[in-house]
């Protein structure tokens, strides 16, 4: 058995915030369905934040509901696409510090004060 769940009408046709995905989450599941199927057809934006909490988590779904997304919009299926396509980029963060082993709290608030230049 499915559920089809119309999002717009559950959030808004607006999707704004990476916390609806959270409520979109526990809604599907106390469906008790084993299959559901996200229908956007009544959405009319969503910002990327939205679109890449709701592809980590609803797309890349690791549950044992089968989630499905249908019906979206042209320009939001943009988003998606560049959500997905920078998923799996490797990271390049380089870090360029120095560690301060302080021994008393004076030597604490030396290296504090050389902060505030």
Known sequence: MYKTID???LLKPDLMSRFAVADLLLYIHNTGSESVVVDF????F???SFVDEYYNV???NQS?????TIN???DIQVI???VQRTQHKEKDIKLDATVVKCK???DVQRVFGTLLL
């Open 7 to 9: 999002i717009a009408t």
């Open 41 to 44: 057809a009544g959405v009319k």
């Open 46 to 48: 969503a910002t990327r």
């Open 58 to 60: 609803i797309m890349k």
């Open 64 to 68: 044992s509901i089968k989630i499905e």
């Open 72 to 74: 979206i919009p042209e």
């Open 80 to 82: 998606f696409d560049v």
């Open 104 to 106: 008393t709290f004076a």
